[in-house]
């Protein structure tokens, strides 16, 4: 696609069920990054891939959370027995290689709005 | 640890007239990449401008100018001739050269009044 897609863009869920939210980064980005946006809060980094490297998972707020990212592409969020504290928007943005002209610019997703109830 | 910090949770200005949105930053290292990122309503965000750390001539992307002050650890963004498009959430954001993680600020919304 054309850019970062994330899936759905709206979730509510009951507290203590688990969700799962997706991002298909941009064909060809090596680097994908999950972020959380909260009311006030600015965008509280969660984790990022680098290509084949291990994921930098220092942003992970609780061990309810893991995401992966399969094949180099596409990642997928997981939060078990949602908490109503997780309620937030979940951007995912990728990047090429960071190098150049291009190193840095992240290009992000729409989001998906969690509600827990 | 890297941290980045935007004292002004809100501003407002006139359409027309220039305002600047301040962000400071601190850090141990020399080599470093610092950004300003838009978030209009619709919610998706933007890349506005980059500064490179080594560099010391400040960015400038049209209306959208850069005062980068490294011994202060300071990156303030000014817009010129604000328009209302320019309304939205503006975020500072850090990535040293040797990682590849991006940490951002908790933003400024700026308000465009007609």
């Known amino acids: 696609g054309a850019g970062v897609s994330q899936s759905p863009s709206n979730k509510v869920t009951e507290k203590g069920k688990d969700v799962e939210l997706r991002c298909d980064p941009i064909s060809g980005h090596t680097a994908l990054y999950w972020y959380r946006q909260s009311l006030g809060q600015g965008l509280e980094f969660l984790i990022y891939?680098?290509?084949?490297?291990?994921?930098?998972k220092s942003g992970l707020p609780s061990d309810r959370f893991s995401a992966e990212r399969t094949g180099g592409s596409v990642s997928t969020l997981t939060i078990q027995r949602t908490q109503q504290e997780d309620s937030a928007v979940y951007l995912c943005a990728s990047s090429p290689k960071f190098h150049g002209s291009s190193a840095g610019e992240l290009f992000f997703g729409e989001g998906s709005r969690l509600t827990v109830l | 640890a890297q941290t980045v910090t935007q004292s002004q949770p809100e501003m407002s200005v006139q359409e027309a007239e220039t305002v600047t949105l301040s962000c400071t930053y601190d850090t141990s290292e020399s080599d470093y990449y610092l950004f300003w990122y838009k978030q209009p309503p619709s919610r998706q965000m933007i890349l506005v401008i980059r500064?490179?750390?080594?560099?010391?001539q400040n960015a400038t992307e049209n209306r959208f100018s850069v005062n980068f002050q490294k011994a202060a650890k300071s990156f303030s963004l000014k817009i010129s001739d604000s328009q209302l498009g320019d309304a939205a959430m503006y975020f500072c954001a850090y990535r040293s050269a040797s990682s590849d993680k991006i940490i951002f600020g908790k933003g400024t919304r700026l308000h465009i009044l007609p």
């Open positions: 500064q490179e750390a080594y560099k010391q």
């Open positions: 891939f680098q290509g084949n490297s291990a994921p930098d």
